[in-house]
């Protein structure tokens, strides 16, 4: 209710003079040019070549929000008005430069795309709204600048990022995915599906009772996610390692390891026991071969190796949760 009233309450384009425009525009401006040199500075460490290209945009920005200001100063005097884009209604938002620059080099070229094209949008509904002549003619010139950022965006890249620089930024970036994602997930992976098949199973056939299975697999699943993610988070804070945020390895750790376990014990939601058995039988099978499969394409693991290994591994697991389940 109170963010709906908000929203009513906030101004429009329409309903702003034009020395209102200019300081929406001149704060728009620093803004846009401080997120740029977020970027580059998030960057320079692993993609330099790429941080090139977020330096020359926010000095552009830079170079816009001068223009604008010296307008305004000529127009209106000193005195600035401070008109934010939160007090405007339909007017485009910035997301915070540390939700975007995880998300790797082409995530990040995206987004600076998408605040050119924004912005060039805000200039030209501006321009239709100005009666002075200056004002309307530097407006409509801006918009044609924010066009054209884009393309020279491109042009840059173009010019600073080489096949062997882009190729080496891409493997950076691979590299740093699988060290976050990849290698908490498939260690985890591996825990929830393997450790949990000895619990699992020796319920299954001490009780040949699918409920008390499905709630012991429950428990197993979930409280081996909860106590893998914890781990990994506490393990390693990422910093010398350069493995990336503990908090997104604890819940990718976390995530699949409780994903694992519960794969084969959600068929015990069945109550035909042997039914049920049967599924997680399947079940445990592809398990293992995603497991194999993964090792294999992001660990560079062959693939018989990889497979062999697991699936020792599961076997002498599966057959001790059996034999201590009917002993």
Do not use: C
């Not at 997120?35 to 330096?55: H, Q, T, V």
């Not at 997104?248 to 049920?276: E, N, Q």
């Amino acid at each position: 209710m109170f963010s709906r009233f908000t929203a009513f309450s906030r101004r429009t384009i329409d309903d702003l003079s034009e020395a209102e425009i200019l300081a929406l525009a001149i704060g728009a401006e620093e803004e846009d040019g401080r997120i740029y040199g977020s970027f580059a500075d998030g960057l320079r460490e692993n993609y330099p070549a790429s941080a090139k290209i977020f330096e020359s945009m926010a000095e552009e920005e830079d170079e816009h929000r001068r223009r604008l200001i010296t307008l305004f100063r000529d127009k209106f005097g000193e005195r600035i008005p401070l008109v934010r884009r939160s007090d405007i209604r339909g007017f485009y938002q910035r997301k915070p430069d540390w939700l975007v620059r995880p998300l790797g080099i082409e995530r990040a070229r995206q987004a600076a795309a998408d605040m050119e094209r924004q912005a060039a949008t805000f200039y030209r509904e501006a321009a239709k709204r100005s009666q002075d002549a200056g004002v309307r003619q530097l407006l409509g010139d801006l918009a044609a600048a924010e066009a054209q950022h884009e393309r020279t965006a491109q042009t840059l890249v173009d010019e600073t990022i080489t096949e062997g620089v882009r190729s080496e930024e891409a493997e950076t970036e691979r590299r740093a995915f699988i060290l976050t994602y990849v290698q908490p997930g498939l260690a985890g992976l591996m825990d929830g599906s393997v450790s949990t098949l000895a619990p699992i199973f020796a319920a299954a056939f001490a009780t040949h009772d699918s409920h008390q299975t499905l709630l012991i697999g429950l428990a197993a699943s979930i409280g081996a996610g909860i106590s893998m993610g914890f781990t990994e988070a506490a393990s390693d804070d990422g910093v010398l390692s350069g493995r990336g945020s503990p908090f997104k390895r604890g819940v990718a750790s976390g995530v699949m390891t409780a994903l694992g376990g519960l794969g084969h014990a959600l068929p015990y939601l069945i109550s035909d026991f042997w039914t049920a058995t049967a599924i997680a039988f399947v079940v445990v099978f592809f398990e293992l071969w995603a497991i194999a499969f993964i090792q294999n394409r992001y660990m560079e693991t062959p693939f018989l190796r990889a497979a062999l290994q697991v699936v020792l591994g599961g076997a002498l697991v599966f057959a001790a949760g059996v034999l201590i389940g009917n002993a």
